[in-house]
Every structure is written in structure tokens, then in C-alpha cells.
């Protein structure tokens, strides 16, 4: 099972500190030896603040071994440099938690920055220095005195790299310290602003050219926002509302097709608030049909259990070989760093679209046949379908029969009637909106064409 | 006269002795000649030569113990002739016969000079003009024949020069003295001498220096010429070796060229020699040959790398000027020797980076030897260009094998050149890299891309392997990159980071060519996607646009070699509608069938594009791989549908014209051409027949031309199967209420699990209305027959609908903007007008019959199927957001 695992491909695009939890995960789920593990965790916290942690990983691993000195000087310099730091960002927010200048801050970032600095005498530099200390304190861990920090620095600052660097840095430690709601919002403003096209203010080298660096960044807000989107409640529908628009679509094709694992989970796991909630837009409620076709398009990129599972099953419909996948899938998601917690969720509605599909295809199905399909014995089995029955549209079609241990799905065929008015319908309403639309008067046209770009721009 | 020139001659040979001496002793063979030559000798004899042959036989006769310097000389230049032992006879003959020649010649000036004299004692200039004219064309003739100018010329041109002056003077005073024609003639004469003496000016002046010596270089010249002219054959060929044994020794060998100018082969004259023959060059009646010769012998002389760099320069030049007309090809010998000039060029500037050749220099003397020593930074920059050397060494290749009958031997050594060509283009590459000129780099790096990238890996080693020999080598070489694919990788990458973007564009299209041919469909496609070449090629230059057909096409193969059939049809679709296959791939000239006549000058160009036949890819093949996956693809589609109004909806038009002009064929006998194969195979298939159908396309001969053609035929039989499977069921089902599976299954001899997973997938995309029964094992149909009043019904709806949106469409033309106006009449609610848009064309998709199938390839696959058209605009327009 260790080739499907994800971590290695993953952890590329997370951030140093992101990358703790998954490697957490890997001890648990035993697929590598534990040492090495451990080997990579210190490597990793070597690289951070984090001096106590990796003396502790440090110890974990060589048991009888001195802790080497850097370890302490290391320490020793970051305390004196936090010191250093905290002083001087002290200083800023004491001028900005006092009551009155944050009455007087207003929206204009400009205006603010006159406004301090006429008052109370504080610079950009110094303003800076709190981007420079919630840095500081992310590098050894204190995730959520960083997100305070980065957050006043982003109010107050005017410079764009930073403030993009400190969205980044702010949405990292929301996720470290697990508030998903702020994580969330922190990812939609920092989607708008890897998606607004001023990409020379993004992160990487200007020198490279400005699609590539969107690109990069759209790649990295894909890999986190998985932290987010699986630990939100709403999480799954807005990963589906995200990753499958297309500029996302196109990003996820181009550099990393693995996350279609992701998409696929979440298309299944959606199954059930699609059937009923008319809030979901299309595109979740046709989610898994458009996944279909991207997994039959990128399948020569990549491919795992969870996305040949639908494959078989709704591009081959080879029903024997999706209950297959299907135990494959089960473990996979289980072992997920992401997923683990969907397992349940994750195979009960994949078994729904089992079933679905199955009655769709059939007219009388023989119950034991089915229970095999679903990986259940003949009883569950019955009692999964007379659920099934009861709880969707097929109500009035399916009957079971007992006697020969079968369900017979009667569909009358749609009336042609129902046809003409499905086709017909929104026809009038399709032309009346023409109609105001020739109405319009002409002088209006320059600002009606702005005005689409606007418009698909806060989509 | 004749004698003072025997004199001269003793002199000279003299001179020679030391070297002759050993000649002599192959004395013994002269008889042969001698029976041939004397009747000529005899007359010649009597008229003129009495008394220098007389002279020499005594010559000889005195001399003839110790070896005089006149025999010697003879000996030497006879001495292949001999072949018996009677030296003294043959010396005597021979003699005679190369006094004959030349000394007729001689005479003649002799005698016109005479003449000149006497006419100018008369003060005749209508006389002397003749004359003049007559003296003038008989030096011609001997600089023709290679000879030395005489002296006598010379001398007779400055004494006319002077007597003229002093008549002109005369004249001048003197009014009335001399008559109309006299005096016209007297003008025309100044007009001439001062040509001549223009002309003639350096030996003039040598003359004037030192009558003397130049009396003797001439006398040491004519020797040899002298031989040259009585000899047979084999002397011939000998001689020259002779004069140019000369040359090291005494560096002063004077040669006559062109209209009597004589051309120095020496070292020091080089550069003034060079300046000469690039004066003559482009002009009218330059004689190209004679400045290739000239040019050629200079390179032998030459000593300094910076004289050898100038004139290969001139040479590489000038050969390439030997043959300007447009139409033919510059001959294969000249080409080669071009080709090693052009090599000779690079090894010198490429192991000696003191020199190096440029476009644009600062100017400098051409009649000055330079060294890095005398340059400022020490580097000698010349003024030209190699990479203009090497593209036109290229595209003279390409010329002569598009002129060369592609079936003859003569096509297949020609392109055994390819690999000396390829070594010097990769030469090219490794100096450009050496000396990092990255704008001539990039255009050399992309002639060697294009030498390898439609070739098999076995053609590209051979190539490659060419390279191994070479002493200076380019960075990126197969034997450093193990594979050929990452061997063009780095080639393509090299350029992808160039400025050039029509090189950007063309080693982007040949690196997805290159992947196509090696069945990488899946990168070549991503890449041809991701180039967004489609939307700009439209405006490329022409042969860039026939590259991207050629890409094109050559992934359409590649999809039908790896079994995807449909993107095969849908991406070879594009450029068989045009019904200008051939055309547009350049492997043919446009059929004049329309009025369309096309001006010489456009089928000239036309022609001149064209490309050479081992490049061509097979259209017979292309055709069969096209015809076969429309089949595949459009047999089972006409099979579902019902109404003559979804008939007319075909995918690939061509095909269902072939295939209606099949049925209507009363009588068909067995299948000869390809298209009467697939043909058939498709009446076979409608009917159900698909061991008939796989057979009849397995026999087509041309699949021998694929690679892999026994997968690929393996992979039509199984395709043939399914796809047969389905039309039978499209077909047969209203005669059917259920269908054992079992039976299915053996009938098209596929496994109960694909028949299973086939009809599922049908009835899932609503092509088929049947459901399965999973005990019994059968398909149960449900047929549902709508009434004529129904039918209308659902067709209106249809018709309501298409008109709906053409007025939309309109609109949204009218207004310009996309969507706008529905935005601003929804209130905002352009996403839910976006949901139902989406809505509306998902049942459309379903309500059409078999567009369940092309549903299937939507995402990226459909893009490509849309024909590369507005879905991408669409696309970017998406990606704006």
C-alpha cells in the first residue's frame, strides 16, 4: 500500500511546519519504518527554531549519543533574537492598540501610514518589524502569537510582497493551530489574490515569467488548502467549487494531476448533500460525471485506487472490478493523511453509487449479486437496499421479491410530453431577458462591456 | 625573334638544371612521338622555324655530353612521352613541335606589331586600329590558353602609347593634316590603348622596372606552356602538377587570367589577387569556373590563418554563386567541396580563437595580412558569415533533392550527404558554442534539429555517429544523451530559451512531431495544447504552417497506432476535408481542377517548398488510418439513428461521401484500391459481418508501411469487434425484445465481461433503451415507438430551441459583449444563467443520439476534438478569469 501514499509527493509543496503533521501520520500508519520517519522529522525541525523539538527527535534517534552543540548556541540566538524582535514590534503595537488610533484608522492604508507616522512617529520600518517578528515566531512554533502579528502587519503595510509573504505565513499558522474558520477566509482572500493578475507582486522571483509564478502559486494554495477543505465541515463542497473551476482544473492537470485523489474523494463523499440540497451549485451536483471525464483524461498521469474506481464504474461499468477497486480505495483513503477520517463516509457512498448505477443498468437484480457488489453479506445486503429503496427516487419503480430473492425495477419510460416541456422550458424566459437586453439603450454599451469583466473577475 | 626567346628560355632552364639532372636519366623512352608529330612539324618547318630549330639542333649536338640547360629542360617536359631509347632524335622533334604552337602565335604578334610599326610611319590610324584590334585578340587567346603575356606586347602597347601622345599632340597642332576617318580612328585608338594599358598596367609596370627580368619570367613560363600545348593527353594531366611543383620554389609564378590579367599566386599578392576576383564577382561575363580555379590555387598558396580564412570565405562564396538560377540545384561535386571548405573554415576559427569571422566588423584594409598580434584585443575579426555558409549548404542540399528523381540510385547517394552535412551543421553548433553567438547558435541548432527530428532512432545514430570522428564537438551529442528523444529534448530546449519565436515555434512543433513518431501521444498532445499554436498559426510564415500539418497529422497516426481511434479521426479529420492532403503537407503540387490558375511565380514558390520525398509521410497510409477510424467511429453512429434528419449530421464528411457513393455502386467486384477495402469492410460492419470487416482491413497491403503494423493490426481487429458488437445492437434491437448475452458474447467472440460492460455503458449514456436481467443473463429491450405526432413534437421543440439560441447568438454579437446583456436582465444572476446554459447542454448532449460517444472525450480530449476552433478560445477566456 506504501505506493500509494501520498506524503512524499506532497510534501514538496507544503511549508516546513505543514509538513509535521503528515509525517506524524506516517508513524501511525506503519507503511515505513519508523526510524527513518523519525530521521526525516528531525531533519526537518533542524531546519526550524524549533530548538526543543529537534533535541527531543534528536534524542528519540540516538539514544546514546551527546546532543551536538549547535544545538544550544542555536537556542541561545534565537531567545536573544526573539528579544531583539519583540522589542521592536512592542513598540508598534503599543501605539496601535491604543483606543484612540484605532478609531482613527480608517480604510486607506496610505492615510493610516500618514496618519501614524505624523502622530506617533512610526515608520514603515518599523511596521515591518512585526512581519519580522510573527516570522520569527512561526520559525519556532508559536503559530498563533505569528497569525496575531501577521495580521496587524497586513493592516497596516503597503507593501505588496510582504503582505502577500505574511498571507501565506497567516494562513499556514491558522492551519497549524486548526482554526478552520479563519484558515478559510484566510484561503479565500489569498486565492483572490493568486488569482487577481498582478503576479509580479507574488511570492517567487520576478524573473521568471509571470504565468509560470501563478502557476507555482496556484499549486502551492491547492496542496494547503487541503488542510482546510478536509477539516471545515463545509470543506468538501468548497474544495469541489474550487478545484473544479477550470483556471484550478487546468493547474491540477498541469503540475499535479495526484490531487485528482482529493477531488474524487470529495466528489464521492458529496454524493449525498448533492441529492438533496438545491443550494450546491452545478458544479458540485455534476461533479462526479465532470471527474469522470478528467480521470479518463489524465488517466495516463496518474491513477490510484480511489480514481479507477470510478473508473470502472462509470466508464467501463465493469461492476466486479469497482468492487475491487473499491476495497483497494477503502484502505487507501483509511491510510490518507487527509482522508483518514472519511473512511466510513467515504465507502458508504460509494456503495450508493454502486447500487445506483447497478439498478439504473438493470431490470431485475438478483439481491446475493448485488450484496457481493457492495462487499456485504446477503443480509446487510438486503437491508442496505431496502434503505436504498426507501430513500431515493426509486420508490415507486423497485420491488423486492422474496420470494425469488430479487429486485425488480420497473421504469416506465419518460412520456414524450415531459420531453417537449423539459426541452421548452426557460424558452420564454430565455427570450424575455433578450428582449430587455435589445431594449438597453445604446450609450450604454461602453460600461456593459466592463462591466462582464468586473463581474467574472469576483466570481 | 623566336631566337632571342630560345635564349631566354636556355637561361631559365638553366636555372632549372639541378633538378633536371635527375631526369635525364629517363631519356631512353622518346620514340612514339615522333611519327605523329613530324608531318605537322615538317610544314611548320619550312615556313617559319628554319633557323631556331637549326639553332637548337646544334644546341643539343654541342651539349649533349654535359647535359645543357635547354635539353634538360626539354627532357623534363618530354620525358613521359619517351618510350624508347634515341634521345637526341626525340629532343630535336620535340622541339620543333613546341616551337609550331607557340611560336606561331608569337609570330603573329610579331607580325601585326610590324604592321603597327609601318602604319604609324604612314601616320594610318584606320590601319593601326585593325591591327590593334587583331594584336589584342591574339594576347587573349594566349592568356586564354593560360599562357604569359608576352614582352613584346607590352612593349608594343607603351611604344603605341607614346607615339599616340605625341599624333595626338601632332594633331593637336596641326589641324587640318589628317582626314575624317583617320581622325576618328585616331580617337577610338586613344580610347583603346588607354583600356589596354589600364588593363595591362602591372606587367607594364613590372616591364618598365626591369625589361630584363620580365623578359625571363616570361621565357621561364613558356616552357611549360609549351609542352602543354603539343602534349597528349597524360602530359596533360601531368603538367600542371608540374608548374604547381614550381611554385614553393620560386614564389613568382605568374599565371595569366581572365582578359589578360595576370594573376599573382604569391603570398604577398593574395589579398590583392582576392580583391580582384571579388571585383569580378556578380559581374556579367565573370567566368565563375575561372574564379573557383583562381580561388582554389590561392588557397594552396596560402600560408596564414587569416589568409586562409579570407579566401575560403571568397571560394565558400563563389561556389555558392556558380549556379544562380532558382529552379536547378547547385551540382553535387561542387557542393562537396563546399561542404569541406565550409569545414575547413569552422576548424580553423573553432581551434584558433584568435580569428573569428563575423557579420559585422569595423572596417579594415583588404590588401593587409592581419594577425592578433596587430589587433587591438588580439582577435581578428573577418567580415562574414558561416551560419549564412551553412544555411545555404543546407538549403542546396534540400534543392537537389527535391530536383533529383526520388526513385533513382542517384537520390539514395545523395542522401549519403546528409551525414557529412549533419557533421558540418553540428561543427557549426559546437563553434557558435564555443565562441557563445547565441543568435546564429539558436538558427544552427535548429537546421540540426531538423535533420534528425522525423527520423527513426536508427537514421539519427547513424548521423550521430558521424560526429564521433569530428575534433571539435557540440555540447549536446547522442552519444552524451543515450536516447535520441532526450537528445532532442535538449535541442528543443536549447531553443525554446532563444529570442527567435518562429524558432520557438518551430522546434516546439518538431519536438511534438518527434514524440508523435515515437507513439508518446499523450506528451505530444498535452504539448501541441499547450503551445496555443492552433490560434497563431493561421498568420505563421508557410513553411511553418506545413510543418504544423505535418505535426499535426503525424500525431493523428500516432493516436490511430496506440488504438485511440477517435482522437485519430477527430485530429485527421481536419486536414482531409480540405481534400488538399497532399498540398497541404507539401508533398505535392496543387491540382489546377477550378478556374484557379496559379501565376508561374506561385508554382515556382510552390514547387520550391516542396519537401524532399524521404521526408514525406505516406498519404495512401494516412488515408487508410483515416478512412479505417471513421469507420470505426461512424458505422455504429449511422447505426442508432433513425431519422433522415439526424443522418445528415455526419462527423466526418468525407467518409460518408465515400460510403454513399458505395451504395450507390450497382455492382461491386472484388476490392482493389485501399478505399475499396475499407470501403466494403464498412458495408460488412453495418451488417454485422465484422469477421468479413476485420479480415477485409487486415488485407490492406499499405499497413506493411506502419511500424508495429501486427499490433496495429491486432488493435483494428479488436476494435473491429467492439464496434460491431454495438452496430449489431443499434441495428437489430427493434427486432429483439431480449437478447441472451452468452450468445452476444460468442457471436463476436469477445469475453462475457466486455459484452456485459459494453451494453451497460450504453444503456447508461441512454443510446440504448434496455435494461439488463441479471438472473436470466439477458438484455430485455424496451422499445418505445412514438407516434408521427410525437416525433413532430419533440422535432419542433428542437427546432424552437436551435432558434433561441441563434438569436442569442446574434445578440450577443450585436452587443459585443459575452453575455452582458443576459447578466444585466437576470439582475446579477449570471451564475444561474451559467447553471442552466450548463443544464441545457447536458440534455442536449443526451437527446442527441450518439453524442454520448464524444461526451466521453470531453475535458481536454474534447477540446482537441472540436477541431482545435472556438473551444479554445473559449478556453482562454475561462482561464482570464
Redesign the interface.
Known amino acids: 500500500m506504501a505506493e500509494y501514499d501520498l506524503s512524499k509527493t506532497i510534501i514538496p509543496y507544503l511549508d516546513r511546519h505543514l509538513a509535521f503533521p503528515l509525517l506524524a501520520h506516517l508513524v501511525e500508519t506503519a507503511y515505513f519504518p519508523v526510524e527513518q520517519v523519525q530521521t526525516a522529522q528531525y531533519e526537518l525541525a533542524k531546519g526550524t527554531n524549533m530548538v526543543d523539538y529537534a533535541v527531543s527527535l534528536f534524542e528519540q534517534l540516538h539514544p546514546d549519543e551527546e546532543i551536538p552543540e549547535e544545538f544550544s548556541g542555536k537556542r541561545e540566538k534565537a531567545v536573544s533574537t526573539n528579544e531583539r524582535l519583540q522589542q521592536e514590534a512592542q513598540a508598534v503595537l503599543d501605539v496601535i492598540e491604543n483606543p484612540d488610533v484605532a478609531q482613527a484608522l480608517r480604510q486607506d492604508k496610505n492615510q493610516n501610514l500618514q496618519y501614524l507616522k505624523d502622530n506617533y512617529n512610526l515608520t514603515l520600518e518599523q511596521i515591518t518589524a512585526l512581519y519580522n517578528f510573527g516570522q520569527f515566531q512561526y520559525t519556532y512554533g508559536n503559530y498563533s502569537g505569528a497569525a496575531d502579528y501577521l495580521y496587524h502587519f497586513r493592516v497596516l503595510s503597503t507593501d505588496n510582497d510582504l503582505n502577500t509573504s505574511a498571507h501565506w505565513g497567516k494562513l499556514a499558522s491558522d492551519i497549524l493551530t486548526g482554526k478552520w474558520d479563519t484558515a478559510l477566509e484566510e484561503l479565500n482572500t489569498l486565492r483572490d489574490v493568486v488569482?487577481s493578475r498582478s503576479p509580479a507582486s507574488l511570492l517567487t522571483a520576478s524573473a521568471e515569467p509571470a504565468a509560470l509564478t501563478q502557476l507555482h502559486s496556484r499549486t502551492w494554495l491547492v496542496h494547503w488548502s487541503l488542510f482546510v477543505y478536509f477539516n471545515h465541515p463545509q470543506g468538501r463542497t468548497l474544495l469541489l467549487e474550487t478545484f473544479m473551476?477550470?483556471?484550478y482544473l487546468?493547474t491540477i492537470?498541469?503540475s499535479c494531476p495526484w490531487i485528482l485523489r482529493y477531488i474524487t474523494t470529495a466528489a464521492i463523499l458529496s454524493r449525498k448533500s448533492s441529492a438533496g440540497g438545491a443550494s450546491a451549485?452545478?458544479r458540485v451536483r455534476?461533479s462526479i460525471r465532470e471527474i469522470v471525464?478528467?480521470i479518463?483524461?489524465e488517466e495516463?498521469?496518474y491513477q490510484d485506487p480511489v480514481t479507477s474506481f470510478l473508473k470502472e464504474l462509470?466508464?467501463?461499468?465493469?461492476f466486479?472490478a469497482a468492487q475491487r477497486e473499491l476495497t483497494l480505495a477503502e484502505r487507501v483513503v483509511g491510510d490518507d493523511f487527509f482522508l483518514g477520517e472519511f473512511r466510513e463516509e467515504f465507502l458508504d457512498n460509494a456503495r450508493y453509487l454502486i447500487s445506483e448505477?447497478y439498478c439504473?443498468?438493470?431490470?431485475?437484480?438478483?439481491i446475493g449479486?448485488l450484496s457481493a457488489r457492495l462487499n456485504l453479506s446477503a443480509d446487510e445486503g438486503e437491508k442496505w437496499i431496502v434503505n436504498l429503496i426507501r430513500e431515493t427516487r426509486m420508490g415507486a419503480d423497485a420491488k423486492i421479491d422474496l420470494e425469488?430473492n430479487?429486485i425488480e425495477?420497473h421504469?416506465s419510460?419518460v412520456p414524450?410530453?415531459q420531453?417537449?416541456i423539459?426541452?421548452?422550458r426557460?424558452?420564454a424566459f430565455?427570450?424575455?431577458?433578450?428582449g430587455?437586453?435589445?431594449l438597453?439603450p445604446q450609450p450604454a454599451?461602453p460600461p456593459?462591456?466592463a462591466?462582464?469583466a468586473v463581474?467574472?473577475?469576483a466570481? | 625573334m623566336s631566337r632571342f626567346f630560345r635564349q631566354a628560355g636556355d637561361s631559365d632552364s638553366e636555372s632549372e638544371e639541378s633538378d633536371d639532372e635527375l631526369l635525364s636519366s629517363g631519356d631512353e623512352d622518346a620514340a612514339p612521338p615522333k611519327s605523329t608529330a613530324k608531318p605537322a612539324m615538317s610544314r611548320f618547318l619550312r615556313t617559319a622555324g628554319s633557323d631556331s630549330s637549326s639553332e637548337s639542333e646544334s644546341d643539343s649536338d654541342e651539349d649533349d655530353s654535359d647535359i645543357s640547360g635547354e635539353e634538360g629542360g626539354e627532357k623534363k617536359k618530354t620525358r613521359f612521352l619517351r618510350s624508347d631509347s634515341e634521345p637526341e632524335d626525340s629532343d630535336e622533334d620535340v622541339k620543333r613541335v613546341v616551337k609550331s604552337t607557340k611560336d606561331k602565335r608569337v609570330e603573329e604578334i610579331e607580325a601585326t606589331g610590324k604592321v603597327m610599326d609601318n602604319a604609324l610611319k604612314i601616320n594610318d590610324w584606320v590601319a593601326i586600329s585593325n591591327e590593334f584590334d587583331k594584336l589584342l585578340r591574339l594576347v587573349q587567346r594566349q592568356s586564354n590558353s593560360a599562357e604569359p603575356i608576352p614582352p613584346f606586347f607590352i612593349r608594343t602597347l607603351t611604344s603605341l602609347e607614346t607615339s599616340l601622345n605625341a599624333a595626338l599632340t601632332k594633331e593637336k597642332e596641326a589641324k587640318k593634316k589628317m582626314n575624317a576617318t583617320n581622325a576618328r580612328a585616331l580617337n577610338s585608338m586613344k580610347q583603346k590603348v588607354k583600356k589596354t594599358a589600364k588593363e595591362y598596367e602591372k606587367e607594364t609596370q613590372q616591364f618598365q622596372n626591369d625589361p630584363e627580368a620580365f623578359e625571363r619570367e616570361y621565357a621561364a613560363l613558356a616552357q611549360p606552356v609549351e609542352a602543354i600545348a603539343v602534349k597528349v593527353k597524360k602530359v596533360k594531366k601531368a603538367a600542371p602538377s608540374d608548374s604547381e611543383d614550381d611554385v614553393p620554389e620560386d614564389d613568382r609564378f605568374t599565371t595569366v587570367g581572365k582578359g589578360g590579367k595576370a594573376m599573382q599566386f604569391t603570398t604577398d599578392s593574395i589579398f590583392k589577387t582576392l580583391k580582384l576576383v571579388n571585383e569580378a564577382r556578380g559581374k556579367k561575363n565573370t567566368d565563375r569556373g575561372e574564379q573557383i580555379r583562381i580561388l582554389e590555387k590561392l588557397l594552396e598558396v596560402a600560408v596564414t590563418p587569416y589568409q586562409r580564412i579570407r579566401i575560403l570565405l571568397a571560394l565558400v562564396s563563389s561556389r555558392f554563386d556558380y549556379n544562380s538560377s532558382v529552379a536547378t540545384f547547385m551540382p553535387v561535386d561542387l557542393w562537396l567541396s563546399a561542404q569541406r571548405e565550409v569545414d575547413q573554415l569552422i576548424s580553423i576559427v573553432a581551434t584558433d580563437s584568435s580569428y573569428s569571422v563575423q557579420e559585422a566588423t569595423e572596417e579594415y584594409d583588404e590588401l593587409l595580412e592581419r594577425t592578433p598580434a596587430t589587433e587591438k584585443d588580439g582577435v581578428v575579426r573577418v567580415r562574414g558569415s558561416i551560419i549564412s555558409f551553412v544555411d545555404r549548404l543546407d538549403d542546396e542540399f534540400t534543392r537537389s533533392l527535391q530536383n533529383i528523381d526520388p526513385h533513382g540510385t542517384e537520390y539514395i547517394d545523395r542522401l549519403k550527404d546528409e551525414k557529412v552535412l549533419y557533421r558540418t551543421i553540428s561543427r557549426a553548433q559546437a563553434y557558435y558554442e564555443k565562441t557563445s553567438q547565441p543568435e546564429p547558435l539558436a538558427r544552427v541548432v535548429m537546421r540540426r534539429l531538423e535533420h534528425i527530428y522525423s527520423k527513426p532512432d536508427a537514421v539519427v545514430t547513424a548521423l550521430e555517429s558521424s560526429l564521433a570522428s569530428s575534433e571539435i564537438v557540440p555540447s549536446v551529442t547522442l552519444a552524451s544523451q543515450a536516447a535520441t528523444s532526450s537528445l532532442i529534448h535538449a535541442l528543443c530546449v536549447h531553443l525554446y530559451k532563444a529570442d527567435n519565436s518562429l524558432l520557438r515555434t518551430r522546434a516546439m512543433l518538431s519536438h511534438i512531431y518527434h514524440h508523435a513518431l515515437h507513439n508518446d501521444f499523450y506528451t505530444a498532445r498535452d504539448m501541441l495544447l499547450m503551445s496555443h499554436l492552433q490560434e497563431s498559426i493561421h498568420s505563421a510564415d508557410v513553411a511553418t504552417q506545413i510543418l504544423y500539418n505535418r505535426t499535426v497529422v503525424q500525431l493523428g497516426l500516432c493516436a490511430f497506432r496506440c488504438g485511440l481511434i477517435k482522437e485519430a479521426q477527430s485530429t485527421l479529420q481536419d486536414i482531409f476535408t480540405t481534400q488538399r492532403v497532399k498540398e497541404l503537407l507539401a508533398q505535392g503540387v496543387h491540382q489546377q481542377r477550378y478556374q484557379s490558375q496559379l501565376t508561374p511565380e506561385q508554382e515556382k514558390a510552390e514547387r520550391a517548398r516542396q519537401l524532399p520525398f524521404h521526408m514525406h509521410i505516406n498519404t495512401e497510409l494516412l488515408e487508410a488510418a483515416f478512412l479505417v477510424s471513421s469507420m470505426l467511429v461512424e458505422i455504429p453512429l449511422l447505426a442508432s439513428i433513425d431519422s433522415e434528419e439526424m443522418k445528415r449530421k455526419a462527423i466526418s464528411k468525407p467518409f460518408r461521401r465515400l460510403l454513399d457513393f458505395a451504395d450507390r455502386q450497382v455492382f461491386t467486384g472484388p476490392p482493389e484500391s485501399t478505399r475499396d477495402h475499407i470501403m466494403q469492410a464498412s458495408k460488412a460492419l453495418q451488417d454485422g459481418e465484422w469477421e468479413k470487416c476485420r479480415d477485409l482491413i487486415q488485407s490492406i497491403k499499405i499497413w506493411s508501411l506502419m511500424p508495429e503494423a501486427a499490433s496495429v493490426k491486432d488493435m483494428l481487429a479488436k476494435r473491429i469487434q467492439e464496434q460491431g458488437l454495438r452496430t449489431y445492437l443499434f441495428t437489430y434491437a427493434p427486432y429483439y425484445t431480449t437478447l441472451s448475452l452468452s450468445l452476444l458474447s460468442r457471436t463476436f467472440s469477445l469475453p462475457l465481461r466486455s459484452v456485459t460492460s459494453m451494453i451497460s455503458k450504453m444503456i447508461w449514456n441512454e443510446e440504448l433503451s434496455a435494461s439488463l436481467d441479471s438472473p436470466t443473463g439477458v438484455v430485455v429491450f424496451h422499445r418505445m415507438e412514438h407516434s408521427r405526432q410525437q416525433q413532430l413534437a419533440l422535432v419542433i421543440a428542437d427546432k424552437v430551441n436551435a432558434l433561441v439560441e441563434q438569436n442569442e447568438k446574434v445578440l450577443d454579437i450585436k452587443l459585443g459583449g459575452t453575455g452582458g446583456w443576459g447578466d444585466r436582465g437576470d439582475g446579477g444572476k449570471g451564475e444561474k444563467r451559467g447553471e442552466q446554459t450548463q443544464e441545457r447542454r447536458g440534455r442536449g448532449d443526451r437527446t442527441r443520439g450518439g453524442s454520448g460517444l464524444r461526451g466521453g472525450t470531453r475535458g481536454r480530449g474534447g477540446r482537441f476534438a472540436q477541431g482545435l476552433g472556438n473551444q479554445m478560445s473559449g478556453q482562454s477566456s475561462q482561464r482570464a478569469r
Do not use: C, W
Not at chain 1, 314 to 318: A, G, K, L, N, S
Not at chain 1, 430 to 434: G, I
Open positions: 488569482d473551476s477550470p483556471t487546468n492537470q498541469t451549485s452545478s455534476h471525464k478528467v479518463q483524461t495516463y498521469q462509470y466508464v467501463e461499468f465493469d466486479e448505477a439504473r443498468i438493470h431490470q431485475r437484480i438478483d449479486d425469488k430479487v425495477i421504469r419510460p414524450v410530453y420531453t417537449v423539459e426541452k421548452t426557460g424558452l430565455r427570450t424575455q431577458a433578450m430587455a437586453g435589445m438597453q454599451v456593459n462591456q462591466q462582464p463581474v467574472e473577475g466570481r
